[in-house]
C-alpha cells in the first residue's frame, strides 16, 4: 500500500455563527470570528490518497485526474468565495476548519474511485490545522 | 465524525545534556557538544494534536481553552527557562524525548476537553519526536 499527498492552496473568507445560541454566547463562543462581515484565510488542502502502484504506470492515481478533481470538486467552489453565503454545506454547517474538512472530504470521496480517499488535511494557517479521516 | 485537530506552539529554552549516572568521559561521548557545562539553546515548536467527534458548533473542542492551557501549563512554564533548573528535570536530563513525555503527561492531565491524541516535538527543523496514546 502507498500513500500519495497531493497540495492545493485556496483563498476564502467565513464566520462563525450558531443561530441556536444568542448573540452574547456566539460573541463568547467564537470572539473575533463572529463578525458577520466575515475574515480570510489562505487554506493550504493536503489529499492522501492510498493504494496498490499499478504495475503498467507505476502510479498509485494519475496525478492529473486528482488535480483536476480537487480543482473541480474544491477549488472551483471555494476558492475566493465567501462560505457561509456561496458553498452550501455551510447554509447549515458552521465553515470551521473541522467541518472544511469533512465536507471536502464529503466533495473528493465519491469522485476518486482508482485510489482510495485516506485523508483531509486543511490547514486554515501554519499553527492550525485538522485531520479527516472518513467516518472512523 | 471524529476530526483531528491540530494546533502549533513555540517556546525558547536552553539544557544541558548531562547524566549524573555516567562518568565525565562518558557524558562528553554520549552528547557531544550537548554536554558543553555551559549549555546551549533552542527555539522549540510544539504541536498538540486531539482528538472527538465534531461537536454543533462545527469544534472538536473551543480553540481559546486549548490554546489558554497550552499557555498555562506548558509555554509559560518552559519558556525563557534553564530546563536543567526546572523541577520536571530534577532527576532526569532533558533531552527534547524526556521534555516531549513530560508535556504529553502535563497535557494529559491538565486538558479534558478532547482527547489528547499525539504531542510532538520540534527541537530543531531537522529532528523531531512525537509520543501518541
Known amino acids: 500500500m502507498l500513500y500519495l499527498t497531493r497540495k492545493a492552496e485556496f483563498a476564502a473568507s467565513h464566520y462563525y455563527h450558531n443561530p441556536e445560541l444568542s448573540p452574547e454566547e456566539n460573541q463568547r463562543l467564537f470572539g473575533k470570528c463572529s463578525n458577520p462581515n466575515g475574515h480570510g484565510h489562505n487554506y493550504v488542502l493536503e489529499v492522501t490518497v492510498k493504494g496498490e502502484v499499478d504495475p503498467r504506470s507505476g502510479f498509485v492515481v494519475d496525478l492529473k485526474q486528482l488535480k483536476e478533481t480537487m480543482n473541480r470538486e474544491v477549488l472551483d467552489a471555494m476558492d475566493h468565495r465567501f462560505l457561509n453565503k456561496e458553498v452550501p454545506e455551510f447554509a447549515t454547517r458552521i465553515p470551521t476548519t473541522e467541518n472544511l474538512a469533512i465536507a471536502i472530504w464529503q466533495r473528493l470521496a465519491p469522485k476518486l474511485t482508482k485510489a482510495k480517499l485516506h485523508r483531509v488535511r486543511v490547514y486554515e494557517n501554519h499553527d492550525l490545522f485538522v485531520d479527516y479521516y472518513g467516518e472512523e | ?133
Not at chain 2, 494546533?7 to 554520549?30: D, I
Not at chain 2, 518552559?78 to 532527576?91: K, V
Request: aromatic residues 8%; charged residues 25%; negative net charge.
Open chain 2, 1 to 133: 465524525m471524529k476530526a483531528y485537530l491540530n494546533r502549533r506552539y513555540r517556546f525558547s529554552a536552553s539544557h544541558r545534556l548531562h547524566s549524573e549516572h555516567m562518568s565525565e568521559k562518558e557524558n562528553r561521548v554520549t552528547y557531544g557538544k550537548c554536554n558543553n557545562p555551559h549549555g546551549h539553546g533552542h527555539n522549540y515548536v510544539l504541536e498538540v494534536t486531539v482528538s472527538g467527534p465534531v461537536d454543533e458548533n462545527g469544534m472538536v473542542c473551543n480553540l481559546a481553552d486549548l490554546d489558554d492551557c497550552v499557555q498555562r501549563e506548558v509555554v509559560t512554564r518552559f519558556d525563557l527557562e534553564n530546563l536543567n533548573t526546572r523541577p520536571e528535570f530534577a532527576n532526569s536530563v532533558p533531552t527534547t524525548e524526556n521534555l516531549c513525555t513530560v508535556i504529553y503527561d502535563i497535557l494529559k492531565r491538565s486538558f479534558r476537553a478532547a482527547h489528547l491524541e499525539k504531542v510532538r516535538l520540534e527541537e530543531t527543523m531537522m529532528n523531531a519526536f512525537e509520543i501518541s496514546s
